[in-house]
């Protein structure tokens, strides 16, 4: 059983940071690949970020230069830094993890999902 608990969500002022974090109830390392989606009220969820288990990245031109998706192995945890947050980055942020081989990461077939962690940006 593969457990992913998200935290570090929570209320920033439009400009601000924040860091989500994603531990994972097993190594990373066994995981081919994982990443962050967001979902918006009413909105389709969304992919925000992908690192596979070498280091590869991935962003969707909506986040890049914006988001920064990180992992440390040592501490089965994987995170997102935000920066310039704007209000339309508000969304509950999911992490998500998949041990299938990586062919496209923009179109990654994840195997497991946390619960998320809700981010709002608002003053």
């Known amino acids: 059983q593969v457990l992913l608990v998200e935290s570090g969500g929570g209320l920033v002022q439009p400009g601000g940071s924040l860091r989500l974090s994603c531990v994972a109830s097993?190594?990373?390392?066994?995981?081919?690949?994982m990443g962050w989606y967001r979902q918006a009220p009413g909105k389709l969820r969304e992919l925000v970020a992908v690192i596979t288990s070498g280091g590869m990245t991935y962003y969707p031109d909506s986040v890049k230069a914006q988001f920064t998706i990180s992992k440390n192995n040592a501490k089965s945890t994987i995170y997102l830094q935000m920066n310039s947050l704007k209000p339309e980055d508000t969304a509950v942020y999911y992490c998500?993890?998949?041990?299938?081989?990586?062919?496209?990461?923009?179109?990654?077939?994840?195997?497991?999902w946390g619960k998320g962690t809700q981010v709002t940006v608002s003053l």
């Open positions: 998500a993890a998949g041990t299938k081989p990586v062919r496209t990461m923009a179109n990654y077939e994840f195997e497991w």
């Open positions: 097993v190594s990373v390392a066994r995981f081919n690949a």
